[in-house]
């Protein structure tokens, strides 16, 4: 009589069975883990698998990046090559437009994170050093409350998960990024953004594929055709925050969203006694030294709030409403950089944050079609109809509206000074010109006031530092 192992070990039988089984499993496995790698690295779907066959004609503009944002952001600087960079905060990625004409064939991106911090932008000009070889200028947006805040968002926001991140696993991250369930999703999303329509006809709401898919994309790669604009993505393929930003208007945002976030910081600056935040000096400072010592050039600018919104700083007795400990830091940090490295060129610091007219845009209805302001999306972030403004004042190049070229100031260790005193009277300047405003203000901060901070959670679940596309 046969033994079990006589069965196992025999010429044929179950042993062929598991043999056949074994290499079907990992045949199929192979199969789907080469098919994941081939459209991953052709659809490229967040920028960090370029490959000779990657379509970025066909993909560039519909890379669904904002659910991967830093990961996606470092994977535009690891896949090509660029004269300019912008750094900083969702501010930045919604104002700065690397496509203005004005820069001509600069090869420019738009790198700025939602919530990002100082200790990311930090890593972020290490990953671009590494990465990059001829780049010439960087501007990076310092937003003044972050240097009186020791946190950030990197451990929530995919910092960790992303190229940046110096002490990642890089085998595993480059595995996941070409073979991976995740990564496949992600393609699954630019390839439904690119190739799906809308079918005409009232009975077909929802986005249909194409009835004829192949012929489609046969035409589209040999046109090159691009889709209208209320079927791309947030973000363009240069980085730039374009759509998406908010779909309610900018008094209705103020109410539930930015003036509560004020009363928040307020109440924290309050309590911390508005103290400097190491961290985030020491990350300033590196970048500074990293940026002049390999002669790259650096301009700095604290970029604007809505004048609405920076007031209630001054309602609410914030321990320094003007920022002035910040400006004087940053000017000061700027002049002993630059003395340090006489040979580079200066570091510059602009100044948009204050009560300038641009930013003190009389408060609109709240209208959905009538609401919205031409300079603003809410109280914390500007559109690049100011960004337009900031760079062309940042760059000497023309401005052809009058009411525009005097906006922001440079600044440094020699006026920083009189720049707090313009500011103080820009504020009471803005408190006599438009006083339903600021009633309107004072009128939202009473009823936060009212019901207390504990039952302001709903208000403050926006961080307004990081704002949802179509908020």
């Known amino acids: 009589m046969a033994t079990p192992t006589d069965i196992r070990t025999g010429l044929g039988g179950p042993s062929r069975a598991h043999r056949k089984y074994f290499t079907r499993m990992v045949g199929s496995f192979v199969g789907v883990m080469g098919l994941f790698s081939l459209v991953n690295t052709w659809v490229n779907p967040l920028w960090v698998t370029p490959s000779p066959w990657t379509s970025d004609h066909l993909f560039a503009d519909s890379r669904q990046i904002y659910r991967d944002l830093r990961t996606a952001k470092a994977g535009l600087v690891r896949s090509k090559q660029w004269d300019t960079v912008f750094l900083g905060s969702s501010r930045i990625a919604i104002a700065f437009d690397p496509a203005m004409p004005q820069w001509g064939d600069h090869k420019v991106v738009n790198l700025g994170l939602s919530g990002g911090s100082l200790t990311e932008q930090d890593a972020f000009v290490n990953y671009i050093f590494e990465k990059q070889k001829g780049v010439k ?23 960790y998960e992303s190229p940046m991140n110096p002490a990642g696993d890089v085998v595993e991250r480059e595995m996941r990024y070409v073979t991976g369930v995740s990564s496949f999703i992600a393609s699954s999303r630019t390839l439904k953004t690119r190739f799906w329509v809308e079918l005409p006809g009232d009975e077909q709401k929802d986005k249909k594929l194409h009835p004829s898919f192949l012929t489609h994309l046969k035409e589209a790669i040999r046109t090159r055709d691009t889709m209208d604009n209320k079927h791309l993505p947030p973000y363009t393929g240069l980085g730039h925050w374009l759509r998406d930003r908010s779909v309610r208007p900018v008094r209705a945002i103020l109410e539930t969203d930015s003036i509560p976030h004020a009363l928040r910081m307020i109440r924290q600056r309050k309590a911390k006694q ?13 970048i500074l030294d990293n940026c002049l ?15 609405a919104y920076l007031a209630v700083f001054h309602i609410d007795n914030d321990p320094d409403p003007s920022f002035s400990k910040v400006r004087e ?8 950089a630059n003395a340090a490295h006489p040979e580079a060129k200066p570091v510059t610091v602009w100044d948009f944050f204050d009560f300038h007219p641009l930013n003190a845009e009389p408060l609109s209805s709240v209208d959905p079609k009538t609401g919205f302001l031409h300079y603003w999306a809410d109280g914390t972030h500007s559109l690049e109809t100011l960004g337009h403004v900031m ?9 052809d509206d009058p009411k525009e070229a005097d906006y922001g100031r440079e600044i440094d260790v020699h006026n920083v000074q009189d720049r707090l005193k313009e500011i103080r009277a820009q504020y009471q300047t803005y408190r ?4 339903e405003d600021i009633k309107w203000v004072e009128e939202i901060m009473s009823k936060y006031a009212s ?10 679940g926006e961080d307004q ?7």
């Open 293 to 307: 010592s390999r002669g790259v050039e650096l301009k700095l600018l604290l970029p604007p709030n809505y004048a």
């Open 137 to 159: 200028t960087i501007y990076l947006g310092v937003d003044p409350t972050d240097l009186t805040d020791a946190t950030d968002m990197a451990r929530n926001a995919g910092f």
């Open 391 to 399: 760079l062309k004042r940042m760059n000497g190049w023309p401005i």
């Open 451 to 460: 019901v207390g901070p504990e039952k302001q959670g709903a208000a403050e």
């Open 465 to 471: 530092d990081n704002p949802t596309p179509g908020q």
């Open 432 to 435: 006599k010109t438009y006083p």
């Open 329 to 336: 830091l940053v000017v000061d940090m700027v002049a002993k």
């Open 274 to 286: 508005e103290k400097i935040a190491d961290n985030k000096v020491k990350a300033l400072a590196h």
